[in-house]
């Protein structure tokens, strides 16, 4: 089974956020937390899958949190561009991870059919449940089922050789992580099932749950993907851009090589 070389590409940051932003509990709660907003690109050989797409400029804009490099730009670099891409993993639909899905025109989609029943169905009439969503992305996903360029997995699926997904659930009803194989190992991308190494290594749940003991499941189940717990890569945590090596440019990361930085 051949390896996979992995990759995160920051497109945005939130540094204005407080830890009670970040978890349920903690004592500290007033004290600066920033966060990062990453794509991760997926390679081998000639063939590369996104795993989420990010937020355009224009959601941004309605959420009053701009990107500081537009997500088609970010990927640049590496030579990946939108017309190309024909594969992308979306973790879940909520904006910052599903928000840039029209833009890649010519991808299938793989998505857990929890997360497409969750994002559509009574659950949204709820605000509380439905702010992390953006109703013209879900349908922009509905179109694409509609389309036949939709890949629907129940739990546990493959994607690619030696790239599987696994529904954790917890911060979104279908949320799935993505297991890959590297040369350092089986490394985990945990997207939202852990938005930042404390919540996974302390569990601290993270604040926008739909199920709690699903959240808390999770973080077992995410040291049970990776062969340890140094490839579990969290969603937003900007200390995956210490740990990690950059790669040809600053708001890119190298992933499958393992951490290299201070905190190991």
């Not at 077992?220 to 993907?225: A, F, Q, S, V």
Request: charged share 25%; net charge negative.
């Amino acid at each position: 089974m051949s390896e996979w070389q992995v990759r995160a590409v920051k497109y945005a940051d939130r540094n204005q956020r407080k830890r009670f932003d970040s978890f349920i509990f903690d004592d500290n709660h007033d004290a600066p937390h920033p966060m990062d907003y990453y794509i991760w690109v997926l390679s081998r050989g000639d063939e590369n899958i996104l795993v989420d797409t990010g937020y355009d400029e224009e959601e941004g804009r309605r959420r009053g949190r701009p990107v500081t490099l537009d997500p088609l730009a970010a990927l640049a670099p590496l030579g990946i561009s939108a017309e190309t891409v024909s594969t992308v993993i979306v973790t879940h639909l909520h904006y910052d991870h599903a928000g840039g899905l029209r833009h890649f025109p010519n991808a299938t989609i793989h998505l857990q059919a929890a997360e497409m029943a969750y994002a559509t169905g009574p659950c949204m009439c709820h605000g509380v449940l439905n702010g992390p969503f953006t109703a013209e992305h879900v349908c922009e996903a509905v179109r694409r089922v509609y389309s036949g360029r939709v890949v629907f997995h129940d739990g546990d699926g493959e994607v690619r050789d030696g790239v599987t997904v696994h529904r954790i659930g917890g911060h979104s009803r279908g949320l799935q992580a993505v297991r890959v194989l590297t040369q350092s190992g089986w490394l985990c991308l945990a997207s939202d099932a852990s938005h930042f190494y404390e919540n996974f290594r302390e569990r601290k749940p993270f604040p926008i749950v739909v199920d709690l003991q699903d959240m808390l499941v999770g973080f077992d189940r995410l040291h049970e993907l990776a062969s340890s717990p140094d490839l579990i890569i969290p969603g937003h945590d900007p200390l995956v851009r210490s740990l990690f090596p950059a790669d040809g440019a600053d708001h890119i990361v190298r992933l499958d090589v393992g951490p290299q930085g201070a905190g190991t």
